[in-house]
């Protein structure tokens, strides 16, 4: 088979919020990329079968299965991707690299170090016969998050200072709101940590190029009992109803909430500069809102994913009179991702960095390279999340974070 036709059945697990962002992606970046594989929605996984049957047809899969066993074991599946909450991320990624898979797995990597140390094991085992793996960090593909990292690169902020970073939501502010997985160690890990402090750590480390060496937290939980969902999990009762996916509703008895609700830690990167991260889901009228700010010796840049097709770039290397924060639409053909897309000036939205993320995928697994985050990368943010946790419950002493490339057995 030439790498034309080279087709990559895919199977995905978990068909609720993610399942359906990453399907819309499998189903369009053959169609806006020319790439050397093409993807095909082959199957999905979900427990119940009903759910699941109606699932495949909205979502556009051939077919269904209620076994992740049998969709990693299948010989007719060539990547298995994993869109189900953390504590099934570890079993299905590990079974489906022994099988021999592509493996795509959502962040974070996992639930603890442990976990992760094993898939980036594997994942390094598995990569010696082609065998490729990424973890879901998205925001990556952002294009103007990936044009930041261009102009750190080529070395338009000069020596990196600072990096100020925000993840803010605000969907658990209501005490009603029911004890979903989200809020639930044992499903998710961590709470806003995890969630959605995991993406600002790999964004701003992949950004800067720099590594996170130590930190010192506070982490809260400001609503310590919650009502029982009715259904199982989710991230807002409204997102979807249905039982296997999200909670439909509160029912009268209550549970503990064993997860953060907020993490806040100052950090230093191996490069030398200061960091600073917050990751709430009790900043009120914060809906997905995500800031980060670097300044350099020669310039800064600023991200907002509300503004997610704009950069602010402050040049210091111009004549005073001229100096200022500029506004960059980052909607060339020459910005990271655009080409295949709109004319200049025509936005991108949220979907599009699921599109990129498959457009990058696609592409190592045909022409055997790289693909990042690997699960490397990602257990170097889950080395940084444990840390964090550590450093919180030690009333915030400093906390040292181990380097992924020691603490992966390649
Ligand atoms: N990249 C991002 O921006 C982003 C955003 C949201 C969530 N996530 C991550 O994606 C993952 C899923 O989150 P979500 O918001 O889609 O959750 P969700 O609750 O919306 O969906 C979870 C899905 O997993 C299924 N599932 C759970 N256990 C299963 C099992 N054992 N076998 C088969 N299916 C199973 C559920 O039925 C449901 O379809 C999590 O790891 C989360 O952190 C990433």
């Known amino acids: 088979m030439s790498t034309t036709d080279m087709q990559l059945r895919v199977g995905m697990v978990g068909y609720a919020f993610m399942g359906a962002a990453h399907s819309q992606a499998w189903r369009t970046v053959n ?10 929605m082959a199957l999905i996984c979900g427990r119940d079968a009903g759910n699941v049957a109606e699932a495949a ?9 209620t076994d992740w066993r049998d969709l990693v074991s299948r010989d007719d599946i060539d990547v298995v991707d994993v869109c189900t909450p953390g504590d099934s991320h570890a079993e299905i ?14 962040k974070p990597l996992a639930n603890t170090v442990e976990e992760a140390r094993a898939m980036a094991a594997a994942a390094a085992t598995a990569r010696a016969s082609g065998v490729r793996s990424m973890c879901g960090f998205n925001y990556r593909r952002v294009p103007a998050v990936a044009m930041m990292r261009r102009l750190v690169a080529d070395g338009r902020l000069g020596v990196i200072r600072h990096v100020r970073a925000a993840y803010l939501q605000d969907w658990i502010v209501d005490p009603q709101f029911p004890l979903v997985w989200r809020l639930q160690k044992d499903r998710a890990g961590s709470g ?14 992949y950004v800067t190029g720099q590594r996170i060496t130590g930190v010192s937290a506070v982490t809260e939980t400001f609503v310590k009992e919650r009502p029982l969902p009715a259904g199982s999990s989710g991230l807002a009762a409204t997102v979807d109803g249905s039982v296997d996916g999200h909670a439909d509703g509160a029912g009268p008895a209550t549970g503990p909430v064993t997860v953060d609700d907020a993490a806040l830690f100052v950090a230093r990167l191996d490069g030398g500069a200061l960091a600073t991260y917050e990751a709430s889901r009790f900043a009120t009228g914060r809906k997905n809102a995500l800031r980060v700010e670097i300044n ?17 770039f402050y040049d210091a290397t111009l004549p005073t009179a001229e100096q200022g924060f500029s506004r960059i639409l980052v909607t060339e053909g020459d910005h990271p991702y655009m080409s295949a897309w709109w004319p200049p000036g025509h936005i991108i939205g949220y979907e599009h960095s699921f599109t990129h993320q498959m457009r990058d995928f696609i592409e190592a697994i045909a022409t055997g390279t790289d693909s990042e985050p690997s699960f490397a990368d990602a257990l170097q943010v889950q080395l940084v999340l444990d840390a964090v946790v550590r450093s919180a419950e030690l009333g915030s002493s400093w906390t040292d974070v181990e380097p992924a490339l020691t603490a992966v057995a390649v």
């Not at 350099?296 to 991200?303: A, E, K, Q, R, Y």
């Open 31 to 40: 169609r806006v990329y020319d790439l050397p594989a093409r993807a095909r």
């Open 57 to 65: 047809d909205r979502l556009g899969w051939d077919a269904y299965t």
């Open 93 to 106: 990624a590990l079974a489906a690299l022994a099988a021999g898979k592509h493996v795509l797995c959502e």
């Open 192 to 205: 806003a940590l995890g969630d959605i402090g995991a993406h600002i750590i790999d964004l701003t480390q």
């Open 296 to 312: 350099g010796s020669l310039g800064s840049v600023v991200f907002d994913l509300e503004r997610l097709n704009e950069l602010e």
